[in-house]
């Protein structure tokens, strides 16, 4: 067989991809293409003959480029997004070339090993109990559904329902407490779960987002059902983590599960500083966490921590004769996520971890946390900007005063204009009632110029909405 030329497509994408970085600093932050321009670019006929795979990589680069958002700059603050760090981008690289399916251990030996070994090391560096099991996911999303279907089927088995057996129809009817903050990945899990949003009894937030102890004990003392209590480390708008360790210790004492939907807000039990914010998140049985976002990995990479590894497995597990299953206390990783191939997504967390270190990890996590909050005192000191949220992680919520008190229409006025601008990139959400923008400080790269350079941009960019709306702007 004649051998492909390797090196020729791939240096082609090796030096698209040192081009895209060089750059990616001073790039305007979203994307330069229209829909009409994309459409146009990169769609056409079905492709009827072969192309050379050097020139295919140097087409779809020149072609995706305008519609490629810079959302791994440092100046990109939208919902949560994480960038990429050197180590874990390179580590993604190869676990491109290397291919392994980490299904099994048989399928990719060193990939099941590296899985363990990252596993261990993020039960350490977040406190969790030792011997916690880990699923290796897409995301938040489906760490969610891992977590909550290992919920359920084990607060079912308690009552003596098999649900692998027998579903959930004529199951005795399971509660979730959740706050009414919650993400509404939790909402879709439990679609997905068979549960249906109607098993959520909504627990009143405060005006941080959180759940109150008081109002979850209420919810605990409404009747005498399998329960599953599910937490939040870090309101995807305001950063509030609920008041976990104490919300564990009243649903110990009910024989509920909690599960923590740590997506990003789990990262601060690596921080000494903020550990303190997530007190007692050990006494929960499941977390979910996402490494594409605080951690800064390539997507897609999510995480499923569990402390009862045997529920774990009963619950995602899976047999078959042509399997090659392991017989040791080898890792075969489709025992903890619900893929069955999947791409050994491990690699690129290893990596990220080996070159932060604990330490790295604790800076990257405090120094956001520092940004965040550098950027809601120059916004406050700015005149004519209100930061709605305390604080106390990555995320800010501000909201622009107007001239004639339309405060919604200004604000959103100006996330247009600023994201036209393309300095920075945010978006906006509706919080307590109000348009708000949410500034997320999740990427590894950021500083402190790069805040001050945004703050700049917004209030230029909230001087041009206001002049437009009192009709003076170009005057
Ligand atoms: C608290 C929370 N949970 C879940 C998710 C979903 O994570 P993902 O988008 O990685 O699936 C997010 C995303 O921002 C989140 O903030």
Request: glycine residues 10%.
């Amino acid at each position: 067989m004649e051998r492909p030329d390797w090196k020729a497509s791939l240096s082609a994408a090796f030096e698209h991809a040192v081009g895209y970085l060089h750059d990616l600093p001073e790039r305007p932050v979203r994307a330069r293409a229209s829909l009409e321009e994309l459409r146009a670019d990169l769609g056409g006929p079905l492709p009827q003959r072969p192309l050379p795979p050097e020139q295919v990589v140097a087409t779809l680069a020149a072609a995706a480029e305008p519609g490629v958002v810079a959302s791994s700059s440092g100046r990109y603050f939208g919902f949560v997004v994480g960038g990429a760090t050197p180590a874990a981008l390179a580590a993604d690289w190869l676990t491109s070339v290397w291919d392994q399916n980490a299904g099994l251990y048989v399928l990719g030996p060193a990939a099941s090993v590296v899985e363990e070994v990252t596993a261990a090391w993020l039960v350490e560096l977040l406190g969790l109990p030792a011997g916690s099991s880990a699923g290796f996911v897409t995301g938040g999303q489906m760490a969610n559904v891992t977590g909550l279907a290992i919920a359920v089927r084990e607060v079912l088995r308690r009552t003596g329902w098999d649900v692998d057996a027998d579903g959930l129809w004529g199951a005795p009817q399971v509660r979730v407490i959740a706050g009414e903050e919650r993400h509404g990945t939790i909402d879709r899990a439990l679609r997905f779960l068979g549960m249906g949003t109607g098993s959520i009894l909504a627990v009143p937030a405060d005006g941080q987002g959180r759940m109150t102890v008081p109002a979850v004990a209420e919810a605990l003392a409404d009747g005498d059902r399998p329960t599953i209590v599910c937490v939040q480390a870090g309101n995807v708008n305001s950063g509030a983590v609920d008041p976990i360790g104490e919300i564990c210790d009243l649903a110990r004492r009910a024989g509920a599960w909690v599960h923590v939907d740590g997506a990003f807000g789990l990262w601060a039990a690596a921080s000494p500083r903020l550990r303190s914010l997530l007190a007692g998140v050990e006494r929960a049985d499941s977390w979910a966490m996402d490494a594409h976002k605080w951690l800064n990995v390539p997507y897609d990479s999510g995480l499923v921590f569990c402390a009862h590894p045997a529920a774990h497995r009963a619950a995602m597990g899976v047999r078959a004769s042509y399997l090659v299953h392991a017989e040791g206390d080898e890792r075969d990783a489709l025992e903890f996520n619900p893929e069955h191939s999947r791409r050994a997504r491990g690699f690129p967390v290893y990596a990220a971890i080996r070159a932060l270190g604990s330490a790295g990890i604790a800076d990257l996590v405090e120094g956001s946390c520092a940004l965040a909050r550098r950027f809601a005192d120059r916004l406050a000191a700015a005149g004519g900007v209100e930061v709605l949220n305390d604080v106390v992680l990555n995320q800010v919520l501000v909201r622009f005063r107007a001239a004639d008190g339309d405060h919604d229409g200004h604000t959103r006025r100006i996330l247009e204009v600023l994201q036209n601008d393309g300095t920075c990139w945010m978006s906006g959400t509706t919080w307590n009632g109000m348009a708000a923008a949410r500034i997320s400080v999740s990427n590894w790269s950021t500083d402190q110029e790069d805040v001050d350079r945004s703050v700049a941009a917004i209030m230029e960019c909230a001087a041009t909405a206001a002049a437009e709306a009192t009709g003076t702007a170009g005057r």
